[in-house]
């Protein structure tokens, strides 16, 4: 009887796997399968965005390339995004030493805080942003848009950095203040130092978001356009693989981004 529920045990534990491995690829198929269609029509030599397969041409890209609208949208992404991720990442900086370093009433809920536009839906914080900004009577324009992903890029730029100083050795500071260090000093040679990769990190993790940002910027942007907001009214109207090259091109870039984020993070702790 003990041979026979051994056996049993055995044979389901060498099925595990298998039946582990399939669940993977399916998992992995229905994540990634619509973006590697993505990426293989971008070289469709078709004039529409379909399929079948009709020959193989690096045309779209070529277009993209020398697409006015398209690299008018692109200066401007690039502009928001990066004015947001020093906005978010200065923000940021200043909300985890007041939550490292000291201890006051709500600080919990002040954490929470910081975290809400993050997890709200996109449309609620839109929302939310376009009416408190149209309560203080400001037109709609890039600085909304790059005030609005700021907003939601600070829980972004604070968690890596937050995460950081936890582990920071306060005897280094304490060090450096018992042979004479000015605040100023002590910030400079020995905390930054250990924070630095997590603000390299949170930095480049706030620029892709706000670089890929499309919900939140519909209720915020005036008369200039971002690059995804370039994309989705051209979905409405003309949609041709051009699109899609446009769409891998940001693919490779933000999945770079984060890669990098993530190198620089497994850089220093390692």
Known sequence: MTNASSSTEKRH????????????????????????????????????????FKGFTVNWYEMAFGDRSLRLSLWNSLQVAAMATLLAIGFGLLAAFAIYRYQFFGKTSFRIALNLPILLPGVVTGVAMLAYFSSLGLELSLWTVILGHAVFGLPVALGPILTRLSQFPRGLEEAAYDLGAKPAQVFRGVIFPYIRSAIVSGALLAFTL???????????TGRDNTLPMEIWGRLRTDITPEIAAVATLVLIASTGIVLLSQWVVGRDEG
């Open 13 to 52: 534990t060498q099925q595990q796997p298998w039946l582990l491995t399939l669940w993977t690829i399916l998992v992995y198929a229905f994540l990634y399968l619509p973006i590697a269609t993505l990426i293989f029509i971008s070289f469709n030599d078709s004039a529409i965005l379909s399929l079948p």
């Open 210 to 220: 706000s670089f890929d940002e499309v919900v939140v910027t519909i209720f915020l």
